[in-house]
Structures are given as structure tokens and as C-alpha cells.
């Protein structure tokens, strides 16, 4: 069974570019999660997916941030004209439908000069 | 989701046992209580979780109060590679309605010494 799976595992980019994570979930998880995480804090909710469904939005998501999931399988994270203090890691997780238990991938580290 | 709170930070000696508090006194019915970790630069790791009973699996021991208010995660015999923040989330696991998003509080930095 191989885990929650995430690429690339870190990007630098310049300030106003955009970028894009993806995110593989555990095979047959319709459950997605993505966290996002700053330095000494610890992680924060960004949004919930139910198959290719997006369920929840946390109110960090910013008008700049888009998530998809479109086949219900892999899901990207798009942030368009990054800034500075979006350098934080993202985090993906997922569960299945009959168990609360999320397993988290290893997280793409975004570092925006 | 109830509110949680655990030390900022604890140490432990290489081999000992690790028990690491967490409080909760607002605690409802039907939230469970939930232990993961967080290794340096890595993903959090689910370690353990339980309702009112107490729970053992390969990694963890959990104790939680007869009044469910608190509970602690004990490591039995703590090694170097069980340094990490270490984070209690109490939540709902029930309803259609609920999403199941994980609320994290800072967590408690364990060190295990040689």
C-alpha cells in the first residue's frame, strides 16, 4: 500500500509566478485534504475534497489559490501570482469514506524569493 | 471541535518511556481524541486515537481520563527517532456533514536524549 504521494517536493520561484503542486492520494481514498503550514506553527486546513467534489474552502484560500481534483483520483494546487508569504509547506492527506483517520504525504516546500 | 492544550515542550531520556499530556476539558460525547507527529520537515504521522477507552498499537499507548478531560500519549521505550512535535486534535467523527479537517494546535516538541 503505498502512502499519500506529492511533487515536487520543493519549489523556489519568484515573486508573481505561478506554480502548481500535485498531489496522489492513497489508492481508493474519495477523501482529500490540503494543509498548509508556516514555520513553528503547525499545519492549517485549505480545503476538502469528496471525489472530485470541493466541499470546503477555509477562508485562507485566497481568490490567488485554485484546487481541483477532476477524476476524484490525483488533485493540484495552483497559486497564481505568488508572494512572499506564501512560502510555507503544503501538505496533502487523504482517507477513505468509512474511516476519520487522514494520512498525510510528505509536502511540497514552497519557497517564494 | 473542542480546544486542546499540551506543554510547549518536554524532554526525555533515550530508552525511557514518553508521556506526553493533553487536556480537553471541553471535551463532548462524541469527539474522538487524536495523536500525531510531526518528524522534521516531514509530513505528520498518525500515531494513535480513541473515544473513552484506552488504546495500544505498535507505536503508542493512549490513556484517556474516566472523565475524558485529559489523556496522554505514551511512548514505551523512547528513541532518538521519536523526537518530533507531537499533536493532540480532539474532533467529531460522525455525521455527513462533517468534512473531518483537522484543527492543529502548536503541538509539544518532544526530545529524546541519548
Known amino acids: 500500500d503505498t502512502g499519500v504521494s506529492q511533487d515536487p517536493r520543493h519549489k523556489i520561484t519568484k515573486r508573481g509566478q505561478n506554480v502548481t503542486f500535485r498531489c496522489d492520494p492513497i489508492s481508493e481514498h474519495n477523501r482529500l485534504y490540503w494543509y498548509r503550514q508556516t514555520l513553528g506553527q503547525g499545519p492549517e486546513f485549505l480545503t476538502y475534497?469528496?471525489?472530485?467534489?470541493?466541499?470546503?474552502k477555509s477562508r485562507l484560500l485566497s481568490d490567488r489559490f485554485s484546487a481541483e481534483r477532476p477524476k476524484g483520483s490525483f488533485s493540484t494546487l495552483e497559486i497564481q501570482r505568488t508572494e512572499q508569504g506564501d512560502s510555507a509547506m503544503y501538505l496533502c492527506a487523504s482517507r477513505d469514506s468509512l474511516q476519520y483517520t487522514q494520512y498525510f504525504g510528505p509536502g511540497t516546500r514552497l519557497t517564494v524569493l | 471541535d473542542a480546544k486542546t492544550t499540551q506543554p510547549p515542550s518536554m524532554d526525555c531520556a533515550e530508552g525511557r518511556a514518553a508521556n506526553l499530556p493533553c487536556n480537553h476539558s471541553t471535551i463532548s460525547g462524541n469527539e474522538y481524541v487524536y495523536w500525531y507527529r510531526q518528524i522534521h520537515s516531514q509530513g505528520p504521522q498518525y500515531i494513535i486515537h480513541g473515544l473513552k477507552n484506552n488504546e495500544t498499537n505498535e507505536m503508542a499507548s493512549l490513556i484517556i481520563t474516566e472523565d475524558r478531560k485529559s489523556s496522554t500519549l505514551i511512548l514505551p521505550h523512547a528513541t532518538l527517532r521519536d523526537t518530533a512535535v507531537y499533536y493532540c486534535?480532539?474532533?467529531?467523527?460522525?455525521?455527513?456533514?462533517?468534512?473531518?479537517?483537522?484543527?492543529f494546535g502548536q503541538g509539544t516538541t518532544l526530545q529524546v536524549k541519548p
Open positions: 475534497f469528496q471525489n472530485e467534489a470541493q466541499l470546503e
Open positions: 486534535i480532539v474532533r467529531v467523527d460522525r455525521g455527513s456533514s462533517n468534512t473531518g479537517k483537522l484543527i
